[in-house]
């Protein structure tokens, strides 16, 4: 692979038990501290989960890093090549979970559903009667989807495990579950099957991994609509290109064209979606922000919010 002057983002997880959580980021932070890398790593007593883009040889020392650490090899590790770092700063962050759920008793690495390569998910969710189970959020489900899949209409990951009862799924249904890039859907299958739930499957890798999949191999392409991502491309399309969405950088919500021609859409302030939640001293410090920005934009100075082009590495 040609690697010169190429930057990729890395995105990673794995749900394995952490005893030095503070150990594992103060050696992260000490080697990545003076390096052009952006992006946000999670460390939790139940595993590690990051997106993370910069040049290829220190995203490899990173994940090399994380591994020696750990003691592992296998690693849900997904890369992208770009043309722009798509976070603002670099983060390393010790958290409760990796992935919030709320369930303190859920042992992930007992607990879980049968992990599903992209090349069979087609067969897997055209059999009769299968449950197909959407595990994101509803402005995520809103952009995109498989169809006839089922939204449980979360706002977040937490009210997943209380909606589960809604959904009036029967303990031996055959129940299908995926997510962007898997985490999310490998916590839920997980809690299913703690819950007693016989017959349950995930999407290995989550959507990312089978659009990657259907675009480098032939046959039908089942999802409809773009994926929300959680960085400044906003959305992806079939082809894993940027998708049309815009974000309102007051409440991170996706925003159509339409939408951002709304009187309550202010650039880097709100949006229709946030508006009536943001008290008077937000929406002041917010225009502040935004105006900053624009200042340092017309004056070329660097600030965390600007974009990093390819460029800046050669």
Request: glycine letters at 6%; hydrophobic letters at 35%; a positive charge.
């Amino acid at each position: 692979m040609e690697t010169d002057n190429k930057i990729f983002q890395y995105s990673f997880y794995r749900f394995i038990d952490i005893k030095n959580k503070n150990l594992l980021k103060k050696k992260i932070d000490n080697i990545f501290r003076d390096k052009l890398i952006r992006g946000t790593i999670l460390i939790a007593d139940e595993g590690i989960n990051g997106s993370v883009a910069s040049k290829i040889e220190d995203l490899d020392l990173l994940i090399s890093l994380i591994r020696k650490h750990l003691r592992i090899r296998k690693f849900e590790l997904k890369k992208i090549k770009i043309r722009f770092l798509p976070f603002n700063k670099f983060k390393v962050r010790i958290k409760k979970e990796i992935v919030s759920m709320g369930i303190k008793s859920l042992n992930v690495r007992k607990y879980r559903g049968i992990a599903i390569e992209p090349k069979e998910w087609n067969r897997i969710i055209q059999q009769k009667n299968i449950k197909l189970i959407d595990t994101r959020n509803i402005y995520e489900t809103k952009i995109g989807k498989f169809k006839k899949s089922i939204d449980p209409k979360t706002k977040t990951f937490r009210e997943f495990p209380s909606v589960l009862k809604e959904l009036k799924l029967n303990k031996n249904d055959k129940i299908a579950m995926y997510c962007t890039g898997g985490i999310r859907c490998e916590k839920a299958s997980s809690f299913l099957k703690m819950s007693g739930y016989k017959n349950v499957v995930q999407l290995k890798g989550g959507i990312l991994n089978y659009l990657d999949y259907k675009q480098n191999n032939k046959g039908n392409n089942l999802w409809s609509g773009e994926c929300f991502v959680f960085d400044k491309q906003v959305t992806i399309n079939k082809n894993l290109k940027k998708g049309k969405y815009n974000q309102c950088y007051g409440c991170r919500h996706p925003l159509t064209h339409k939408e951002m021609q709304s009187n309550k859409f202010i650039k880097g302030v709100s949006c229709p979606y946030c508006y009536k939640f943001k008290s008077n001293q937000q929406i002041e410090n917010l225009k502040t922000r935004q105006k900053q920005i624009e200042i340092n934009n017309l004056r070329k100075i660097k600030h965390a919010f600007r974009r990093i082009e390819l460029s800046e590495f050669n």
